[in-house]
């Protein structure tokens, strides 16, 4: 049974920081490219962060410079580093384990709310 369970969301001030982490089971971890989508009201959910096996990264553009994604494979664990959080940066965010072309999963989602 695969499992993706997301901790870490809150409620923090602009330019708070949040860390959110992701743990793994029923897969081989380190196989897997694992991500972080967020989607807010009204919106689609979009990728805001993506972590290959191989620990190569890539980031959405309004997230660069300030989000950190890194992995733990013994730990099978994600982390998304939430730094100058803006309020647009408020939404759900959902862990992602992706094997291309085969497996797909999600997390159930962890709330972020960034307001004063």
């Known amino acids: 049974q695969v499992q993706l369970v997301e901790s870490g969301g809150g409620l923090v001030q602009p330019g708070g920081s949040l860390r959110l982490s992701c743990a793994a089971s029923?897969?081989?971890?380190?196989?897997?490219?694992m991500g972080w989508y967020r989607q807010a009201p009204g919106n689609q959910r979009e990728l805001v962060a993506a972590?290959?096996?191989?620990?190569?990264?890539n980031y959405a553009d309004s997230v660069k410079g300030r989000f950190t994604i890194s992995r733990d494979n013994a730990k099978m664990t994600v982390y998304l580093q939430m730094n100058s959080l803006k309020p647009a940066d408020t939404a759900v965010y959902y862990c992602?384990?992706?094997?291309?072309?085969?497996?797909?999963?999600w997390g159930q989602g962890a709330q972020v709310t960034v307001s004063s």
């Open positions: 029923g897969i081989t971890f380190s196989r897997y490219a």
């Open positions: 992602n384990a992706k094997w291309p072309g085969l497996f797909d999963y």
């Open positions: 972590i290959s096996s191989v620990s190569s990264t």
